[in-house]
């Protein structure tokens, strides 16, 4: 979940003094959601700091995921206030995707807009294509 947003906060920083726009979507599912959730998010304090620096960051949750930990737990859940639910959120990353949104990993040079995926913690990042060109030196 650190590196996640380790990344967005480097991709801001990087492309802001670039004076290149960026935007950037933090879509969680799976486990990922923990990181949205008022009561058990251990970055909570990270996610405030980044929506802070960069206050049209989207953060997308999952809202298959948030139902079925709702049915395990009991219990209805609570997003953090920078959060909003997506249907689905491998269909919104694939959307995202098919808009033009790539991965971190690959050589940027040649990637317009930017995203980020951590398997491990099953949150990604994405840039719709409405973005300026983040990595374009035309």
Do not use: W
């Not at 670039?18 to 923990?34: D, N, R």
């Not at 219990?75 to 909003?84: D, E, F, V, W």
């Not at 995203?115 to 913690?121: P, T």
């Amino acid at each position: 979940m650190e590196l996640v947003l380790q990344n967005a906060e480097n991709a801001i920083k990087y492309y802001k003094k670039q004076g290149e726009q960026i935007s950037i979507e933090i879509v969680v599912y799976g486990p990922g959601l923990h990181m949205l959730r008022t009561d058990t998010s251990p970055v909570k304090d990270r996610i405030k700091e980044l929506a802070d620096m960069m206050p049209d960051i989207k953060l997308s949750a999952c809202e298959n995921t948030k139902k079925a930990m709702e049915k395990s737990e009991g219990h209805g859940i609570t997003l953090l206030p920078q959060a909003t639910t997506v249907p689905s959120g491998i269909v919104r990353l694939s959307q995202l995707q098919e808009q033009g949104g790539a991965t971190f990993g690959r050589k940027l040079r040649s990637i317009p807009p930017v995203s980020v995926a951590s398997d491990a913690q099953q949150a990604a990042l994405a840039a719709p294509p409405n973005c300026q060109s983040v990595a374009s030196s035309n």
